[in-house]
């Protein structure tokens, strides 16, 4: 299939700028995937849609203010880093800019706690750099970074806990597992107490995410990789509920890349950690999901690629025309999908 495929036309204004309130009030549109029905509803109805014994799977990695501005120690000049990935306590790798004025051995301020010298230069452009931090590190970071946001989003966000997820606990993401954002604890008691089963897993989000396809084949396409973590509870429980004819039901696409990665190398869900750059694209066999909980994404993007795999190419397309048509909010701080 081609990159092209995937694209569908977006008015600028659909792209939702600020998270709605309460965070359940977000509208959801409901696709049968088998017949490619369409319905509408409020976020805060999903568990019509569910039954006792099925389980939701919930990635709890928690979001690194991981956007930091250094000045160059030589010149004065500001260079905006985004943190990505701990290669040590204090060895990051990260994305640079301009990274023309981030070259191996150029020194950084970020605070008077806080500085680095950048170390490596890797074949993508990424740079490592070391880090020197009087305090703790990540006390350090909460004081100096910012989100990062995704570049679409324009306007500042007044309150760093909504771009978390209520039940975020891992520290590690670059960007958040933006399904979960809907969810409040309120609303994840009620489920519980009707005999819905809650689950977690940690995938530790990169900003590979919303890297664009630059290929015309999508099968020329390689996806980065990210950290993930399943534990023995959770194993168990999955693995109990596809025992018992329950659905497994992915919140996001990160939850869904964690246990199909996982299915996919063990036959199975078991505890482990690993990293994964798997590829889900139209002709995917899922080998555990069984419903999908996700917001809308970009065309043209790998994301929307994996929901094509899950609900089909035509009903995937036909339900974003229907989406634009009904003018629902796009992307991170937008509506929410539940395919099943």
């Known amino acids: ?25 977000s509208r959801l549109l409901v696709l049968d995937k088998n017949t490619g029905d369409v319905s509408h509803t409020v ?11 099925d389980t939701l799977v919930l990635n709890n ?15 004065g000049s500001v260079v905006e880093f985004v943190l990505l990935k701990q290669r040590q306590a204090l060895k990051w790798e990260c994305i640079a800019g301009p990274g023309k004025k981030a070259k191996v051995g150029h020194e950084f301020t970020f605070s008077d706690k806080l500085s680095a010298t950048v170390s490596e230069v890797l074949p993508d452009g990424n740079r ?17 970074g910012q989100m990062p946001l995704p570049h679409y989003i324009k306007e500042k966000l007044e309150n760093k806990e909504r771009y978390q997820t209520v039940y975020s606990k891992e520290l590690g993401s670059a960007a958040a597992p933006t399904a979960g954002l809907h969810f409040t604890p309120e609303m994840l008691e009620r489920l519980k107490n009707k ?13 590979g995410t919303f890297r664009p396809v630059k290929v ?9 990789s990210e950290h993930y973590y399943i534990s023995a509870e959770t194993a168990e429980i999955i693995n109990k509920t596809k025992q018992n004819g329950g659905r497994v039901i992915c919140v996001g696409t990160t939850s869904c890349r964690t246990i199909e990665s996982a299915a996919t190398k063990f036959g199975e869900i078991r505890a482990c950690s ?18 999908l909980i996700t ?46």
């Open 43 to 53: 976020f805060s109805s999903l568990d019509d849609y569910l039954r006792a014994g």
């Open 1 to 25: 299939m081609k990159k092209s495929d995937f694209y569908y036309f977006l008015p600028e204004e659909l792209i939702a700028q600020t998270p709605v309130e309460p965070r359940d009030s």
């Open 216 to 224: 015309d084949e999508i099968t020329d396409h390689k996806m980065h």
């Open 61 to 75: 990695t928690r979001v690194l203010p991981a956007r930091i501005y250094g000045t160059r120690k030589d010149t």
């Open 295 to 340: 917001n809308f994404h970009l065309p043209e993007s790998t994301l929307i690629m994996l929901v094509s795999a899950f609900a089909g190419y035509d009903n995937t397309m036909s339900a974003y025309k229907t989406a634009v048509e009904d003018k629902y909010r796009f992307f991170s701080f937008g509506d929410a999908m539940l395919i099943s």
């Open 128 to 144: 490592i750099i070391d880090f020197v931090c009087d305090g703790e590190f990540f006390a350090v970071l909460d004081e100096v």
């Open 195 to 207: 005999g819905i089963n809650i689950a977690f897993v940690t995938l530790h989000v990169g900003l």
């Open 274 to 291: 690993d990293d994964t750059d798997i590829f889900i694209y139209p002709g995917y066999k899922f080998k555990c999901m069984d419903a």
